[in-house]
């Protein structure tokens, strides 16, 4: 088995509401194999993206409450300085961000902006650096006329083209690690199958390892080895992602799969209710009052813990009923 690049132990992040703190991930862990694609799936609302800025060493304390470790290579980010971050962040460690107009600044040309990792990272020379970004902008992530379009402010890109732009800041150092949130969601389907391909190719190629965070199962189930469905900050069923998908296990994971648009069927079938919001989150289960298969043990804590499915694949679920095996 390949040697891990990423363990998450145990996260929690918190937020203080008026009695307290709220944890909006609560007790997390998940692990991804060096040179391997893991899928992070999930509702909006869940806590993908608290994760993935975790994970950057983005999420400051206070006023956020940390806890757990999240080891990259062995080193705990929750630990790093903001100086031993900026050596890792950019290089080692990417992010394609969701919001594409948050991400850039609106001050500097995006050529500027590509091209400042690979000189503070790869020690390129400014000429050089801006050479690098052309390259990336026409060849990888798909941005016509690019001597022309790395001199232009982020206001004078549309939507998508600043999402490519975004995507080639977070691959310009070819990072031994790169968090994907929801990468191509403001992109066409060409193009987004272009950019999913580039993330394919730098795992095959280069042995980078990837989060791809999205709530597309269809991207998932073709990009990823791994899958880690969340529900209100909760890993609630892990595994082989063809596993997780064709055998779902959880009731939040059946919930999902059957809610996915199928050609020649008209009726959908939603999950009822909605993730619940911060502070009000219920004890024991958190699915438990959306849940159509809770227990009188599902609504009190502690939350279930992870039972193994399947030990060859890693399939495992946080459910009650697979305390003695439940099969269903």
């Not at 991400?103 to 590509?114: C, D, E, S």
């Not at 400014?126 to 206001?155: C, L, Q």
């Not at 529900?231 to 959880?250: L, M």
Request: glycine share 10%.
């Amino acid at each position: 088995m390949a040697e891990s690049i990423l363990k998450v132990k145990g996260l929690k992040i918190g937020f203080p509401i008026n009695i307290g703190y709220s944890y909006v991930v609560d007790d997390v862990d998940f692990e991804i194999s060096a040179g391997n694609v893991a899928g992070l799936l999930g509702e909006s609302g869940a806590g993908k993206t608290l994760i993935a800025e975790a994970i950057m060493g983005l999420t400051k304390s206070p006023p956020a409450k940390l806890e757990g470790e999240v080891l990259f290579k062995g080193r705990d980010i929750l630990k790093l300085n903001d100086a031993e971050l900026s050596k890792i962040r950019g290089k080692d460690l990417g992010m394609i961000m969701q919001d594409p107009t948050s991400a850039l600044n609106p001050i500097f040309r995006v050529g500027a902006q590509v091209a400042e990792p690979i000189q503070l990272h790869l020690g390129k020379s400014k000429k050089a650096a801006w050479r690098m970004a052309v390259d990336i902008f026409e060849n990888m992530v798909g941005i016509p006329s690019a001597e022309t379009r790395v001199r232009y402010y982020p206001h004078q890109f549309s939507g998508g083209m600043k999402q490519r732009v975004v995507i080639g800041m977070g691959i310009s150092c070819s990072p031994e690690l790169l968090i994907a949130d929801e990468p191509t969601c403001s992109l066409d389907v060409t193009i987004q199958a272009q950019i999913l391909e580039l993330i394919q190719k730098l795992a095959s190629e280069l042995g980078t390892s990837a989060l791809y965070i999205s709530n597309d199962l269809g991207v998932l189930s073709q990009m990823c080895k791994d899958v880690f469905i969340l529900y209100a900050g909760k890993v609630v069923e892990k595994g082989d992602v063809d596993f997780v998908f064709n055998k779902p296990r959880h009731p939040y994971t059946k919930g999902l799969i059957k809610s996915v648009p199928k050609l020649g069927v008209l009726k959908l079938e939603p999950i009822p209710g909605t993730i619940p919001s911060l502070g009000e989150y219920p004890k024991g289960c958190r699915f438990h009052p959306r849940c159509p298969l809770s227990l009188d043990k599902c609504l009190t804590p502690p939350s279930p813990p992870f039972f193994q499915v399947d030990t060859g694949t890693g399939h495992a679920v946080a459910c009650w009923r697979f305390e003695r095996g439940f099969n269903g």
